[in-house]
């Protein structure tokens, strides 16, 4: 009778595994965010991966993409709406009301890191569950605090090693100006309705500034002709956005100003910014892909039930800048090798390096093993490959006579010493390599 095969589960569409080999650069993505994070003032903060669906309607926006099609939202047992996040700020922002953290000085810095979660349609580039790491500063208006976050994030990905980088930068102006900018908008966009795409149809309708946003190849030389927000702009944005170009060019930081650039989300107000590699495209629409992309939100605390307070935020994607990474080549250094590897021989040398082990990582010796494998050429190979300086090898002879064999993985010279006397000797020739 022909056996049934077993089908094999999979990972849900548009999620991944990351295995053991790309450890190594999210572990660089992750000492790199951390250490110029902490440099440039920013603290680490957590939020839960599921929050009340309330609060990315109110948050990220009710006419948004991410909203209204590409939510994970689960009724729970109690009746209540939960939603994974589709982004980390709204979180941010909740934590900082709940939390009282608006008492410390402010501007407040956060950094985070963490999954996210949107039904969209996978590609490459674009997952359903993918990581992002992001930064907020709450509490102040200063145009520099804008230029600040895109300095850290152009700064990240310098020490990543990645290149060709480019920046594109736009202002959105505030409530005060946006109702006649989004007029101008309405009114060139009313008579062109027969020669644009449904999604510009609707667009028109519920998100003016979106129009600006399509990518439908139709849609192109009418957008050409749009009015620019920069012509609409009230005193103060106008300033506002006067002076964060200033700030890049004292920087001599390259920017490309995109008149076109309005980004997917509803609370950015002034400055937004997308930084993306020159030469990569979206499979889909052609259009660069982004590394990461903020800008000012300085209505969401209020938003969200908080007082008035002006803030400032970005977020990348991991994903998208590791491909990237894998693509320039960038070496990363592996792990640092282990000084020691530990070698051993039946049952009873098997039980002397488990104690090895810790006596040796409680003087401070990085050390490795492979204590399931048989025989002992095997486990001189292991510590070959791993670049360890000696090897102890513990066989049934010495489990019995309390001695190591101590072996120079370079010169091959062996030695056999007293067990209680191969720390310190380890140590001493340690420090003569
Ligand atoms: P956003 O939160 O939409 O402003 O996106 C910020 C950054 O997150 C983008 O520039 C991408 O690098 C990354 N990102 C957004 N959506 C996805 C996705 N579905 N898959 C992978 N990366 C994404």
């Keep these: 009778m022909p056996r049934k095969k077993t089908k094999l589960l999979q990972a849900p569409r548009g999620t991944y595994d ?12 992750f000492r790199v965010v951390k250490e110029l994070a902490n440099d440039y003032g920013f603290e680490k903060i957590d939020t839960p991966i599921i929050e009340d669906t309330e609060l990315f309607i109110k948050g990220t926006g009710q006419t948004t993409d991410i909203v209204e099609k590409q939510m994970y939202t689960l009724k729970t047992k109690g009746g209540s709406s939960l939603t994974l996040r589709p982004e980390g700020t709204p979180g941010i922002i909740r934590a900082y009301l709940q939390n009282g953290l608006f008492n410390l000085p402010q501007p407040l810095k956060l950094f985070y890191f963490g999954p996210m979660f ?18 907020e500063t709450i509490g102040g208006t200063e145009p520099v605090l ?4 895109l300095q850290l994030f152009l700064h990240i990905l310098k020490d990543l090693g990645l290149k060709k980088i480019g920046v594109q930068i736009n202002s959105l102006g505030c409530p005060k100006c946006r109702p ?7 009114d060139y966009y009313k008579n062109k309705k027969q020669k644009i795409c449904p999604d510009c149809e609707r667009r028109l309708k519920i998100n003016p500034l979106r129009l600006l946003d399509c990518k439908e190849e139709k849609c192109q030389p009418i957008k050409v002709g749009a009015p620019l927000f920069l012509d609409y702009l009230c005193q103060e944005c106008h300033n506002h956005f006067k002076s964060v170009l200033e700030f890049l060019d004292e920087l001599e930081m390259p920017y490309f100003l995109n008149n076109h650039l309005v980004r997917g989300l509803d609370y950015y107000t002034k400055t937004v910014f997308e930084v993306w590699f020159d030469e990569k495209k979206d499979e889909a629409s052609q259009a660069p892909l982004a590394l990461g992309a903020g800008g000012r939100y300085d209505d969401l605390v209020k938003q969200l039930g908080g007082k008035a307070t002006p803030a400032v935020g970005m977020a990348a994607g991991i994903e998208r800048i590791i491909a990237l990474m894998k693509e320039q080549e960038v ?5 640092l090798a282990p000084k020691v590897f530990l070698v051993q021989l039946g049952e009873l040398g098997q039980r002397k390096v488990l104690k090895l082990f810790e006596e040796l990582h409680q003087a401070n010796i ?4 492979s204590i399931s494998k048989p025989s002992i050429k095997s486990q001189l190979k292991i510590a070959d490959r791993l670049g360890s300086k000696f090897s102890l090898i513990l066989g049934q002879q010495e489990a019995l006579d309390g001695s190591v064999i101590i072996r120079d993985m370079e010169s091959g010279v062996q030695e056999t010493l007293p067990k209680d006397r191969v720390i310190n000797e380890l140590k001493k020739r340690l420090a003569k390599k």
């Excluded at 990351?18 to 993505?29: G, K, T």
């Excluded at 006649?180 to 309405?186: G, N, Q």
């Design 180 to 186: 006649a900018f989004r007029r101008a908008l309405i």
């Design 118 to 135: 949107r039904h969209e349609h996978p590609q490459a580039g674009r997952f359903r569950q993918f990581y992002q790491f992001g930064f």
């Design 146 to 149: 804008d230029v600040q976050i």
């Design 331 to 335: 070496k990363i250094s592996p792990r």
């Design 366 to 369: 990085s050390v490795a093993e």
């Design 18 to 29: 990351i295995l053991p080999e790309d450890q190594i650069y999210w572990e660089r993505v």
